[in-house]
Structure formats: C-alpha cells, structure tokens
C-alpha cells in the first residue's frame, strides 16, 4: 500500500518541501495492521492446505464409510442353504404348475459334488430369489469381488452387519410343495425344524449376545419364510419385498393405535430394507422399444385376499374399456409369453395389490419399460431415497381408482412427450432392479449397479440407528424388560 504524500507550496521556509499527510504514531498503526493481515493471510493459505492434506491422508477410521460395509456370514452348515438346492432338484416336479419349468434342469441330474447348484427357475420360487443372489456374492472369492459394496471380513468383531446365510424361502417353499397341510404346525414340519436349527446356532454365538440380534442380516422375500420363529428374529434386520405377508397378520396383536405409526412389531422402514423381487421377464431396453397400441394392460388372478379385494373391483370397472387388456393367468411359460408381448405393447401396466401389497410384476413392468400404474394408499418399495419412483410411475388413490372411468381418463391424459420421459428415466434405473450376475451358481463380479450393491447401500444406511439400539440395550439395568414398540415412519 503507498504512502500517501503532498507538497507544501506554502511552507514559511519557501522551499517547498514535502511532508507527510499522516503523523507518525498513526503511520506506525498502519505499518502495523499491515502486517497483521500479511500475517494472518500467510497462516490461513498454510492451514487450508495442511488441511486438505491430511483429510486426503487421514485414517479410514475418522471418515465415515462410504465405499463399503463389513460383513461376517455366519458358519451355518450347508444343509441350511446350498444343500436344500440339491433337495429341491431330488424332486421329479413341482405339482403347484401346470407345467414344470424345471424339467430341462431336473433333466441333467445336477450332482451331488456340484458346490453351487442353479436356484429353481420356478416362478413361484424365483420370484424371491435375492438369497441366492446376495450369499453368491458373499461366496465369490475376494479377487471377483472388487464391485461389491459388501466386504466379507472373517472376525465377527471387524463386522458391521452379521449375514444368516439361511435360504428361508426355499425352505418354506420345499415344505410348501411337500405338505402344505403342515405348513403352519411343529409336528412333522422340516422347515420348522430348520428355521429352529438356526435360531438355535445364531443365539449361542458371541456376536448375537453382544447385540440381541440387532445387527444380525435375514433374507425373508417370501411373506411366510420364518414364520415360526418371527418374534425371536424381530429386533434383527429383515430384507423383505414388503410388509405384507405374517408381518400385517399379527398387527393385530400389537397395542399400537396411532394412525402416524407402522401397525406391525416385526417390521419398519427404521432398521428393516424393501429389496425387490426377482423380475421373470427379459430386460427391454429403450432402443428396442416399439410403438405402443394399447392403454393398459394387466395379467394375474382376479380374486384376491386381504388388500388384494381391490384388485378384482378394478378388474370389472376397467375391463371392458377400449384399449384395456385384463387377461387372468397362472405364470408358467405360456403365461410369460403373453405377458412379454402384453407389457411391451401396452403404455401403462396395472399394479394393484394382491395378497401382499406388491408382487414381481411391478418390477416385469419396469424391465419391459411398461409405465407402472401404482394403485395403493400405502406402499412400500425398494431403495426409495436413491430411486424417485414418481419420474417413472403412475400413482394413484384406491379411492379415485374405485370410481367409474377415472383411471381410465386418467392415463389418457398423459402426453406421448410425458410417457416417452417415463420411460427415458425408466431405462435408467432398469439395471438397480437386477439380481443375476450371469454366473453359474450365482458366484462371480456382481454388476456396480444392481439389486445386491444397492441392498447393502440400504443396510449401511441403517447401521447409526442399530448401533445406537445396541448400546442402549447394554446400559439397560439388568433384569429391565422394554417392550417392543411400534416406529415412527
């Protein structure tokens, strides 16, 4: 900064000579500040980048994770998953179809020594497949794993989360197709005894101890699997497609009465995860798509039970509507024909409830770029906060749905410029809906972007609030006993 000078013409020596506009204590006090700010500039530069430095350089520890979760599976043994896989191929079929889509498999006599044998291609088994899916994996050696964000650590102490690798839907599914008729009792019930054989390992280790469970992973896709054991699993978290199934039948029983609250003990969007359901139908991707002829299009049972009453109400106000297909069906493979062809020449594919709140078809509708017509007052879905659903679906009010010609107008109001956005931010997220990896077994690289990644993502984002519940549950007063209670959404 220049010192300010002047000339003074007027000086009684006549010589004209200059002196300072300023004294010198205040030229000292400038000097001064000057170089407090020199000072300070040359301190705040150093800090800024000694800084960035060490955030760049700082232990793992100190930030938070973002690029993984720590994951022990528990040392369950192999008849409690990969082998209940062999159980199932020892069958000749499953009577529950009409035609066996497992005869091809079944027909090459999958050995005894094969270590990952294929999971059923039936659709009602298939349809819940993400155990299979997230334990492959978890069982890919550690140089095919580099894209998954869960990493397996071999201590539980080093484990965010504790994986029970237990295919509870495949078990339910074989006593279902076995005897059913027991399905719901003890006395001669082979996945009751397995759903007590894991209980019975996983509450004797050290890790469910320290944590009550809390931390401890289960894959529960299909709404009955673990039924007999439900409340001993209730503080863990539960990777479930929705909160239908015994999780709504036993709400009852809770003393819960607040509309704002979840109306279940088993399940909540706190510590639980909606995953999806396996889609049956190809991906359809944007640049095949065609020309669309049809409105709407549905395929599946008419009647329904519980919140799937809804369901066949719709069905006789829109059936008879131009430009509308309700067609009824069982999904074997001449069922997956039509809907293929249905989905992929109609606008907008139908998604009302049936016994549980949400199905597969939802996600067949999106690998087939269908824009999804959500008819639900209150639903669930996967990886909302990383997925805004509303950018690629229709929602609507079960009330407005009930009202004669309203949805059909409804859709017909949408613009082709409104449907074509559909479907463009549709294409985008088919990918996050996708479980197979296209290995045998399911064991090798998994896709960045797909269902598993995107399941673990969820799990990590819960882990503050369960880590917070366990030690809460450790200052507990001994022989204090808090009743479960319902959560907030």
């Given at each position: 900064?220049?010192?300010?000078?002047?000339?003074?013409?007027?000086?009684?020596?006549?010589?004209?000579?200059?002196?300072?506009?300023?004294?010198?204590?205040?030229l000292?006090?400038?000097?001064?500040?000057?170089?407090?700010?020199?000072?300070?500039?040359?301190?705040?530069?150093?800090?800024?980048?000694?800084?960035?430095?060490?955030?760049?350089?700082?232990?793992?520890?100190?930030?938070?994770?973002?690029?993984?979760?720590?994951?022990?599976?528990?040392?369950?043994?192999?008849?409690?998953?990969?082998?209940?896989?062999?159980?199932?191929?020892?069958?000749?079929?499953?009577?529950?179809?009409?035609?066996?889509?497992?005869?091809?498999?079944?027909?090459?006599?999958?050995?005894?020594?094969?270590?990952?044998?294929?999971?059923?291609?039936?659709p009602?088994?298939?349809?819940?497949?993400?155990?299979?899916?997230?334990?492959?994996?978890?069982?890919?050696?550690?140089?095919?794993?580099?894209?998954?964000?869960?990493?397996?650590?071999?201590?539980?102490?080093?484990?965010?989360?504790?994986?029970?690798?237990f295919?509870?839907?495949?078990?339910?599914?074989?006593?279902?197709?076995?005897?059913?008729?027991?399905?719901?009792?003890?006395?001669?019930?082979?996945?009751?005894?397995?759903?007590r054989?894991?209980?019975?390992?996983?509450?004797?280790?050290?890790?469910?101890?320290?944590?009550?469970?809390?931390?401890?992973?289960?894959?529960?896709?299909?709404?009955?699997?673990?039924?007999?054991?439900?409340?001993?699993?209730?503080?863990?978290?539960?990777?479930?497609?929705?909160?239908?199934?015994?999780?709504?039948?036993?709400?009852?029983?809770s003393?819960?009465?607040?509309?704002?609250?979840?109306?279940?003990t088993?399940?909540?969007?706190?510590?639980?995860?909606?995953?999806?359901?396996?889609?049956?139908?190809?991906?359809?991707h944007?640049?095949?798509?065609?020309?669309?002829?049809?409105?709407?299009?549905f395929?599946?049972?008419?009647?329904?039970?519980?919140?799937?009453l809804?369901?066949?109400?719709?069905?006789?106000?829109?059936?008879?509507?131009?430009?509308?297909?309700?067609?009824?069906?069982?999904?074997?493979?001449?069922?997956?024909?039509?809907?293929?062809?249905?989905?992929?020449?109609?606008e907008?594919?139908?998604?009302?409830?049936?016994?549980?709140?949400?199905?597969?078809?939802?996600?067949?509708?999106?690998?087939?770029?269908?824009?999804p017509?959500?008819?639900?007052?209150?639903?669930?879905?996967?990886?909302?906060?990383?997925?805004?659903?509303?950018?690629?679906?229709?929602?609507?009010?079960v009330?407005?749905?009930?009202?004669?010609?309203?949805?059909?107008?409804?859709?017909?109001?949408?613009?082709?410029?409104?449907?074509?956005?559909?479907?463009?931010?549709?294409?985008?997220?088919?990918?996050?809906?996708?479980?197979?990896?296209?290995?045998?077994?399911?064991?090798?690289?998994?896709?960045?972007?797909?269902?598993?990644?995107?399941?673990w993502?969820?799990?990590?984002?819960?882990?503050?609030?369960?880590?917070?519940?366990?030690?809460?549950?450790?200052?507990k007063?001994?022989?204090?006993?808090?009743?479960?209670?319902?959560?907030?959404?």
């Open positions: 900064m220049p010192l300010i000078i002047m000339k003074n013409n007027n000086s009684s020596n006549g010589n004209g000579t200059f002196t300072s506009l300023f004294s010198v204590p205040t000292f006090l400038l000097f001064t500040l000057l170089s407090i700010l020199s000072l300070s500039f040359f301190f705040f530069s150093s800090s800024t980048t000694t800084t960035s430095h060490l955030s760049q350089n700082a232990p793992l520890s100190l930030q938070p994770s973002l690029s993984s979760i720590n994951v022990y599976v528990a040392d369950l043994p192999r008849s409690l998953n990969y082998d209940l896989l062999h159980l199932y191929w020892s069958f000749s079929s499953d009577s529950r179809l009409g035609s066996d889509s497992d005869l091809q498999i079944r027909s090459t006599h999958i050995p005894k020594t094969l270590k990952f044998p294929p999971y059923p291609q039936n009602l088994i298939k349809q819940y497949s993400a155990e299979y899916w997230i334990m492959g994996d978890l069982m890919t050696p550690p140089e095919f794993r580099s894209g998954s964000f869960a990493k397996r650590v071999f201590d539980a102490r080093d484990a965010d989360v504790v994986f029970v690798p295919f509870a839907t495949l078990s339910a599914e074989l006593q279902l197709g076995m005897a059913k008729g027991v399905f719901r009792k003890k006395v001669g019930n082979d996945d009751y005894l397995r759903q054989e894991v209980m019975g390992f996983v509450k004797n280790t050290e890790a469910w101890k320290r944590s009550g469970g809390r931390d401890h992973v289960f894959v529960l896709t299909d709404p009955v699997a673990m039924w007999h054991v439900k409340d001993e699993i209730a503080p863990a978290i539960l990777l479930v497609v929705d909160f239908g199934g015994w999780y709504r039948q036993d709400s009852k029983s003393n819960c009465t607040s509309s704002e609250m979840i109306q279940h088993q399940v909540s969007v706190l510590k639980d995860v909606i995953v999806p359901y396996t889609h049956l139908l190809p991906r359809l944007l640049s095949e798509n065609q020309e669309r002829h049809n409105l709407l299009y395929k599946g049972a008419k009647h329904r039970h519980r919140g799937g809804v369901r066949e109400k719709i069905w006789d106000l829109v059936v008879n509507e131009p430009g509308v297909i309700m067609e009824e069906g069982f999904p074997n493979a001449t069922g997956r024909e039509q809907s293929i062809r249905g989905m992929r020449t109609s907008f594919c139908l998604n009302p409830a049936g016994d549980t709140p949400t199905s597969c078809r939802l996600f067949d509708a999106i690998q087939s770029l269908c824009i017509v959500i008819v639900s007052d209150d639903i669930e879905l996967p990886f909302e906060g990383m997925v805004d659903y509303s950018e690629f679906s229709v929602f609507v009010a009330g407005d749905a009930l009202k004669p010609s309203w949805l059909v107008n409804h859709l017909k109001s949408f613009s082709k410029e409104q449907k074509d956005k559909f479907r463009q931010n549709m294409a985008r997220v088919q990918s996050i809906f996708v479980y197979d990896n296209g290995h045998p077994g399911g064991i090798g690289p998994i896709p960045l972007d797909g269902a598993v990644n995107h399941i993502k969820k799990v990590h984002q819960k882990l503050p609030m369960i880590k917070e519940a366990i030690i809460r549950e450790k200052r007063p001994p022989g204090v006993s808090v009743p479960r209670r319902c959560h907030c959404t």
